[in-house]
DNA sequence: TTTCTACCCATTTTT
DNA sequence: TGGGTAGAAA
């Protein structure tokens, strides 16, 4: 490794000068964190210490002491904590603080990229895609290949990308990845490396790049053009990272090159709570920051200010059963407080019920609904709740689970803009041109040949001029399609994207069109054969496509809002969150995962199953069990005041006809003295005068065959 | 060549 | 449940 030479940075000014307190505001572990001096630092912070209130001092405290906030770079995992905390910086101190750059590693990649891409020979215009779309590029490089007809047992697209998605985030070789993981597809390798570069080929002709491309080649740029890295890492003066725990190789390294100018690093971390393996997360880059930072500063905060004793001690006693034992003892100040509730229901009709009006007593007892939330392993597990709730009129968002940008009607309206934005986007095309009626796979290939060697089918041409050329080739394209008719159904579309691109920008980059009427011209192209291609279902789909339509009005231009698509996409019930009456903080339901970070009075978690949390697919191996067991660890540990951890007796697993009975394996055999059983039982009242089932004020007798 | 229908299969978490 | 496939009908 090159010598470095670290700049400290300039004293500070004399701290008299500072508004905040924070001696005052902060106790002496989060003090010391928040106010640490430059260098590199490594915040281990226990589930519920104050760590996202430490880390928002230090943004504040560094900005305070003359660090200029462009100069701050925020890394985080999600899009909300980001905000969360440049927020909160910003009430704590002043509006200097909403300067920061803070975002998620994708987004910081996709940012830079778009400035010094071509450093490394990239175009600065490329789209971005998500899992379903590169699933489908991995598809289209196996049938260019002459993959598709294949003997058995080869890998399906998601699988394929997977294990490309491994190998990369990983550092590792595909060779590796299929040892360790798929060994039944060992015999592969050699296709599957052709395979993983011919991935790569066609996402460069087709000016298209994955999550993992930006996190790679934003590395690679930052190693490779020294320029670049004096550009970005210089602007780097402090690096502050939330939940280092769930870095993986590929953001370790560029954590290492974005402070490699001024040193100055903060990571905050708690290697209990690290449930991200399955992206190529390794608890190892926490552990082993000492040596990669030599001298690093090593700070503990161990002071649990959230929840209560009874909370902590059931908590505790989870993560004690994990194999690899931390090393570390939350305290808290918070005595008494109830055992947490082990509910168990009939079935998930009756848990929904029990959440529902439990939720509803706590609110009329004066917690709002956005102080309690509703955590689950999947996001299958609250379709009963959600019905229940909805029927009962209490207002929720829902975090995690299927997004809105998934969707295939969505997808369909999207790829209509993403030609537009970059007509070398084969894969896009092809879903635009398979929507046409009378083109199928065969005639699709053939315009899709067609448009290509029209557009030269290179994606660094980029600009109007090449869309002008694809749609122009559509345009001439008649004796490539089978009959006249289906050359009328051609001439739509290309009527229909033409406004897209014709007329010239106004300004440079511009679009000609404010994207919420591209939007609007994609949609009265796509009515019609929404209407067809969905015939079974479509008008419960139609919502979805006017949240398209007004998450394109909250963007500036057709570029922003294919990145937010890409990159931020919104949640399902978010959306309709937003069209309700704001009158009241809706209740939070959320997958574990996205609820990481967050607090709440009280929590609920529904289906505690034995395969469902653990998840039976990930219960393969002793790491993988370890992972779900903190995963409870993570949903139990950000609640206050109350838990209940809930299962329905029975739950059906569709399509293989297994019943789960058992509670989960990490609930079952928990002492009484930390865990309380509970049982539900219908109210003798007939539905019509209490419609929800009754509470016992006590625990009753259980069920038979379960329970305490 | 496209589209429809019947059948089989696996089924998570996120950027 | 829905996504992918294989075979048949149009």
């Given at each position: 490794?090159?010598?470095?030479f670290?700049?400290q940075?300039?004293a500070?000014a004399?701290?008299?000068?500072l508004q905040?307190d924070?001696a005052e505001a902060?106790?002496?572990?989060q003090h010391?964190?928040?106010?640490?001096p430059?260098g590199?630092?490594?915040?281990?912070?226990?589930?519920g210490?104050?760590?996202?209130?430490?880390l928002t001092?230090?943004?504040?405290?560094?900005?305070?002491t003359?660090?200029?906030?462009?100069?701050i770079a925020?890394?985080?995992?999600?899009r909300?904590?980001?905000?969360?905390?440049i927020?909160?910086?910003?009430?704590l101190?002043?509006g200097?603080c909403?300067?920061?750059?803070g975002g998620?590693f994708?987004?910081?990649?996709?940012e830079?990229?778009?400035?010094?891409?071509?450093?490394?020979?990239?175009?600065?215009r490329?789209g971005v895609?998500?899992?379903?779309?590169?699933a489908d590029?991995?598809d289209?490089a196996?049938?260019?290949?002459?993959?598709?007809?294949?003997?058995?047992?080869?890998?399906?697209k998601?699988?394929?990308l997977?294990m490309f998605?491994?190998?990369?985030?990983r550092?590792i070789?595909?060779d590796?990845?299929l040892?360790e993981?798929?060994p039944?597809y060992a015999?592969?390798?050699?296709?599957?490396?052709?395979l993983q570069?011919?991935?790569a080929e066609t996402k460069?002709?087709?000016?298209?790049v994955?999550?993992?491309?930006?996190?790679a080649?934003t590395l690679r740029l930052?190693?490779?053009?020294?320029?670049?890295?004096?550009?970005?890492?210089?602007r780097?003066?402090?690096?502050?990272?939330?939940?280092?725990?769930d870095?993986?190789?590929?953001?370790?390294?560029?954590v290492?090159?974005?402070?490699s100018?001024?040193?100055?690093?903060?990571a905050?971390?708690?290697?209990?709570?690290?449930?991200?393996?399955?992206r190529?997360?390794?608890v190892?880059h926490i552990l082993?920051?000492?040596?990669?930072?030599?001298g690093a500063?090593?700070?503990?905060?161990e002071?649990?200010?959230?929840s209560?004793?009874?909370?902590l001690?059931?908590?505790?006693?989870?993560?004690a059963g994990?194999?690899?034992?931390y090393d570390?003892?939350?305290?808290t100040?918070r005595?008494?407080?109830d055992?947490?509730?082990?509910?168990?229901?009939?079935?998930?009709?009756w848990e929904s019920?029990f959440?529902?009006?439990?939720?509803?007593?706590?609110?009329e007892?004066g917690v709002?609904l956005d102080?309690?939330?509703?955590?689950f392993r999947?996001g299958?597990?609250?379709?009963?709740?959600e019905?229940e709730?909805?029927w009962r009129g209490v207002?929720?968002?829902?975090?995690g689970g299927l997004k809105?940008a998934?969707?295939?009607?969505v997808?369909?309206?999207v790829?209509h803009?993403?030609v537009?934005e970059?007509?070398?986007?084969a894969?896009?095309?092809?879903r635009?041109l398979r929507?046409v009626?009378?083109?199928?796979?065969q005639?699709a290939?053939r315009?899709?040949?067609?448009?290509?060697?029209a557009?030269?089918g290179?994606?660094?041409?980029?600009?109007?001029?090449?869309g002008?050329?694809?749609?122009?080739a559509l345009?001439?394209?008649d004796d490539?399609?089978?009959?006249p008719?289906v050359?009328?159904?051609?001439a739509?579309l290309?009527e229909a994207?033409?406004?897209?691109?014709d007329?010239?920008p106004?300004?440079?980059?511009?679009?000609a069109?404010?994207p919420e009427?591209q939007?609007?011209?994609?949609?009265?192209y796509?009515r019609?054969?929404?209407?067809r291609v969905?015939?079974?279902?479509?008008?419960q789909?139609e919502?979805d496509?006017?949240a398209v339509?007004?998450l394109?009005?909250?963007h500036?231009?057709?570029?922003a809002?294919?990145?937010?698509?890409?990159?931020?996409?919104?949640?399902?019930?978010?959306?309709?969150?937003?069209g309700?009456?704001?009158d009241?903080?809706?209740?939070?339901?959320?997958?574990?995962?996205s609820?990481?970070?967050?607090?709440?009075?009280?929590?609920f978690?529904?289906h505690?199953?034995?395969?469902?949390?653990p998840?039976q697919?990930a219960?393969r191996?002793?790491?993988g069990e370890?992972?779900?067991r903190?995963l409870?660890?993570v949903?139990?540990t950000?609640?206050?005041t109350e838990?209940?951890?809930?299962?329905p007796l029975?739950?059906y697993?569709r399509?293989?006809g297994q019943?789960?009975t058992e509670?989960?394996?990490f609930?079952s055999g928990?002492?009484?003295?930390l865990?309380?059983?509970?049982?539900l039982?219908e109210?003798?009242?007939?539905p019509?005068a209490?419609?929800?089932p009754?509470?016992?004020e006590?625990p009753p007798p259980a069920l038979p065959g379960?329970g305490?």
């Open positions: 490794m090159a010598r470095r670290v700049l940075p300039r500070p004399p701290p008299a000068a905040i924070y902060l106790d002496p572990q010391a964190a928040a106010t640490a430059g590199a630092t490594l915040i281990v912070a226990g589930a210490t104050g760590k996202t209130r430490t001092y230090r943004v504040a405290y560094l900005v305070e003359g660090v200029k906030p462009e100069q925020l890394l985080t995992f999600t909300r904590a980001a905000r969360e905390m927020e909160r910086a910003g009430a101190l002043d200097r909403e300067r920061v750059r998620t994708h987004a910081f990649c996709l830079t990229l778009r400035v010094h891409a071509e450093a490394i020979g990239y175009p600065r490329f895609l998500d899992a379903a779309d590169a590029v991995v289209l196996r049938t260019r290949m002459g993959l598709h007809t294949l003997p058995t047992r080869f890998p399906k998601r699988t394929l997977a998605s491994a190998a990369t985030n550092g070789a595909l590796d990845v040892t993981d798929y039944q015999g592969h390798l050699d296709l599957l490396l052709d570069r011919a991935y460069r002709q087709t000016g298209v994955d999550y993992d491309d930006l996190l080649l930052l190693t490779e053009s020294d320029d670049a890295r004096r550009a970005v890492a210089g780097c003066r402090h690096v502050l990272v939330d939940e280092y725990q870095v993986n190789a590929l953001q370790a390294d560029l290492e090159q974005l402070q100018a001024h040193g100055n690093l903060t905050v971390g708690d290697d209990a709570q690290s449930i991200y393996g399955f190529g997360a390794d190892g082993d920051f000492g040596k990669r930072y030599n500063r090593v700070l503990k905060l002071h649990n200010y959230r209560t004793q009874p909370i001690d059931f908590a505790n006693h989870v993560l994990a194999r690899e034992k570390k003892r939350l305290f100040d005595e008494g407080g055992r947490p509730a082990l509910v168990q229901a009939p079935d998930d009709d019920r959440v529902a009006q439990v939720v509803l007593d706590k609110r007892g709002a102080r309690q939330a509703v955590l999947s299958w597990c609250s379709y009963a709740l019905a709730l909805t207002p929720f968002v829902k975090y809105l998934e969707a295939a009607h997808k369909d309206v790829a803009l993403r537009a970059n007509p070398a986007d894969v896009a095309w092809n635009v929507l009626e009378g083109v199928g796979p005639t290939a315009l899709l040949d067609w448009i290509s060697t557009t030269g290179a994606a660094d041409a980029g600009g109007p001029q090449t002008g050329a694809a749609v122009h345009r001439s394209a490539i399609v089978p009959s008719a050359a009328r159904n051609v739509r290309v994207l033409t406004p897209l691109r007329g010239s106004p300004r440079p980059g511009g679009d069109l404010a009427a939007v609007e011209r994609v949609l009265a796509y019609p054969v929404f209407e969905y015939a079974d279902d479509w008008p789909r919502a496509l006017d339509a007004a394109a009005a909250q500036r231009s057709r570029t809002l294919l990145e937010s698509l890409a990159l931020d996409p919104l949640d399902w019930s978010q959306e309709a969150a937003e309700a009456l704001k009241e903080a809706p209740l939070v339901l959320s997958t574990i995962h609820a990481k970070g967050l607090e709440f009075d009280t929590v978690l529904l505690a199953l034995d395969g469902v949390l998840s697919y219960v191996d002793q790491d370890d992972e779900e903190r409870l660890y949903a139990l950000r609640a206050e838990l209940y951890c809930s299962y029975a739950q697993r399509g293989t019943f789960l509670p989960s394996r609930l928990v002492p009484e003295a865990l309380e059983p509970w049982s039982v109210d003798a009242a007939p019509e209490a419609d929800a009754a509470l016992p006590s379960r305490g």
